[in-house]
């Protein structure tokens, strides 16, 4: 599939709010998007500071990809927010939320999708600058690993592993565009396992999980939801999804293919901070158009410009 990039940047054309309750906090917390200018990026407001969404800014990848400080003010659980955000292109966004845990939803980025498609999409005046990788960047983790390639596209590979039958290794691998993301990602939700999500309770975390936000399997190696699976491999879409809002996390799209095997929120984000942290595996990026808009090429741009990925 060849380069589907947008010229310009977006942002939302009106307000809308949505309410749910945190997946580890179990606390009702509600959240409003609101159009922002160009350039201004992802913005989270809560009542003590402004979070923007950087991986500069992750605090913690436990259970969840949190921006903050984990002990003071902090926007947990960002990922399924940020997947959407990057499925459909948008680039400016300021999101005021009154807790420290975005809504769970139904444990995917349906909601949210549906919350922007409600808004409404607008396109700005500023060129979208985007981060093209120029040469592999890969981290491991003892069998598990994390790349970024040069290629012609926005590409996601992933591939999981789990000892668990209704599991097993399963794949996703697809360019993505906004169609894609719609039909293919972001209804994935995410999952556990039974035994995981009582030790969880215990602990203190996971208090607002229910078969209503994440697929659960029980004791006895079956999905215990009623709905069953949206997908076959509902999982390793879900996995992709994750990656992609850990990815928003750069600040820019990025034009290369990601894969991963085994994967998660802190593998994510060491892969990106490795690739951002060497200046000669990626450059920035806008189109220029030709021959009265019939062709499109990519030009590089001074990074000084407009960098929030800089860490």
Not at 172 to 184: K, L, M, P, V, Y
Not at 235 to 245: E, N, Q, S
Not at 252 to 266: D, L, N
Request: hydrophobic residues 40%; charged residues 25%; proline residues 3%.
């Amino acid at each position: 599939m060849g380069i589907i990039l947008h010229d310009y940047q977006t942002t939302l054309k009106s307000r809308v709010t949505l309410s749910g309750v945190g997946v580890h906090s179990g606390k009702p917390v509600s959240l409003t998007f609101l159009p922002a200018d160009a350039d201004t990026g992802v913005v989270f407001q809560t009542a003590g500071r402004d979070l923007r969404a950087l991986v500069s800014e992750v605090g913690a990848t436990d259970l969840c990809t949190m921006l903050g400080d984990p002990a003071g003010e902090h926007v947990a659980t960002v990922e399924h927010l940020m997947g959407a955000l990057f499925g459909l292109g948008i680039d400016n966004l300021v999101i005021e939320i009154d807790g420290g845990e975005v809504p769970i939803m139904d444990g995917s980025s349906s909601h949210f999708v549906e919350a922007i498609d409600q808004a409404g999409i607008e396109t700005q005046s500023v060129k979208r600058r985007y981060i093209r990788v120029l040469k592999p960047v890969r981290i491991e983790n003892g069998a598990s690993w994390a790349e970024f390639r040069p290629y012609g596209g926005t590409r996601f590979e992933v591939e999981i592993d789990f000892e668990s039958p209704v599991i097993g290794r399963q794949s996703f691998a697809s360019d993505i565009n906004d169609d894609i993301f719609r039909n293919e990602i972001s209804r994935a939700r995410t999952f556990g396992f039974m035994k995981d999500v009582e030790r969880l309770w215990a602990a203190g975390y996971a208090l607002g999980s229910s078969l209503e936000n994440s697929v659960v399997i029980g004791d006895d190696n079956r999905v215990i939801n009623m709905e069953g699976l949206r997908f076959p491999n509902e999982f390793v879409r879900h996995k992709t999804l994750d990656a992609m809002g850990d990815l928003a996390l750069a600040g820019a799209r990025f034009i290369g293919c990601f894969r991963s095997y085994r994967g998660g929120h802190r593998l994510n984000a060491a892969a990106l901070r490795r690739l951002l942290s060497d200046r000669s595996a990626f450059e920035i990026v806008e189109t220029t158009r030709r021959e009265r808009g019939r062709s499109a090429e990519m030009i590089a741009v001074n990074a000084a410009v407009y960098a929030p990925w800089m860490l």
